[in-house]
């Protein structure tokens, strides 16, 4: 079973509650342990199994801080993005400079990496 709570700061407490059963209350000190306390709550209060609740815990945020987390998501998943895209070009480079001859060695020199990352963009094989 799959719920959502939203954790807000009180004084130094986190006090999560559950958006689909709003009696299930918790109050931690860390947010890294609002999930499991909300998990126990849930349980206590739907009677349900504990080992069968999925919980996804929020913060409560003020609209600007909302804003940067969501602009941190995004640039963190187009730096991700961007970095697959740089190792397919660096193994297609790696490639190219090997098929013109240039040892392992000499491919790690001009692309500007070890000879063991070159050897590595040279064997591995692609995940995708």
Do not use: N
């Not at 986190?14 to 931690?28: F, G, K, N, R, T």
């Not at 070009?89 to 400079?97: D, F, H, R, V």
């Not at 000879?115 to 591995?124: I, K, P, S």
């Amino acid at each position: 079973m799959k719920y959502t709570a939203t954790a807000r700061r009180d004084g130094r407490w986190w006090v999560v509650q559950c958006d689909q059963h709003p009696a299930a209350l918790s109050q931690v000190a860390r947010f890294s342990q609002a999930a499991a306390h909300q998990r126990e709550a849930i349980a206590f209060v739907t009677g349900a199994d504990e080992a069968t609740i999925d919980v996804e815990v929020r913060p409560a945020l003020t609209p600007a801080v909302a804003s940067l987390v969501a602009d941190a998501r995004k640039t963190r998943a187009q730096a991700d993005a961007l970095s697959r895209d740089a190792v397919t070009l660096a193994k297609k480079a790696a490639q190219a400079l090997a098929e013109q001859g240039f040892t392992v060695r000499d491919v790690g020199a001009a692309l500007g990496v070890s000879f063991q990352r070159a050897h590595q963009l040279l064997t591995v094989k692609s995940a995708s």
